[in-house]
Nanobody, 125 residues
Framework: QVQLVESGGGLVQAGGSLRLSCTAS????????FGWFRQAPGKEREFVTT????????SYADSVKGRFTISRDNAKNTVYLDMNSLKPEDTAVYYC??????????????????WGQGTQVTVSS
């Protein structure tokens, strides 16, 4: 089992940047695939990005492609989400998720077994 803790959310102006971090407990971090999802008020939780266990495979939602970058540091048990050129529509609670798999293309919330508590990102116009 793994526990996930997100950090780095906050208030930023449109066009600005934020880095979210997701730190995981446990000694098998390198075997997990991670994803970031977000949920805006009144909306369904949506996929943002995923990175596989090795870091060699990533996938992004069209809405964030070219602006967001996911990465991982297995030595620090941490996954990062670098968000640039932020827009007001990026405002949401961002969740980190993990699943123990070697499969790629983990792009739906049902594919993940472990979730963090979420961190709020607010982008002002």
């Amino acid at each position: 089992q793994v526990q996930l803790v997100e950090s780095g959310g906050g208030l930023v102006q449109a066009g600005g940047s934020l880095r979210l971090s997701c730190t995981a407990s446990g000694r098998t971090f390198s075997r997990y695939t991670f994803g970031w999802f977000r949920q805006a008020p009144g909306k369904e939780r949506e996929f943002v990005t995923t990175i596989n266990y090795s870091g060699a495979y990533t996938s992004y939602a069209d809405s964030v492609k070219g602006r967001f970058t996911i990465s991982r540091d297995n030595a620090k048990n941490t996954v990062y989400l670098d968000m640039n050129s932020l827009k007001p529509e990026d405002t949401a609670v961002y969740y980190c998720a993990a699943t123990l798999t070697y499969l790629n293309y983990r792009t739906t919330s049902a594919m993940y077994d472990y979730w963090g508590q979420g961190t709020q990102v607010t982008v002002s116009s």
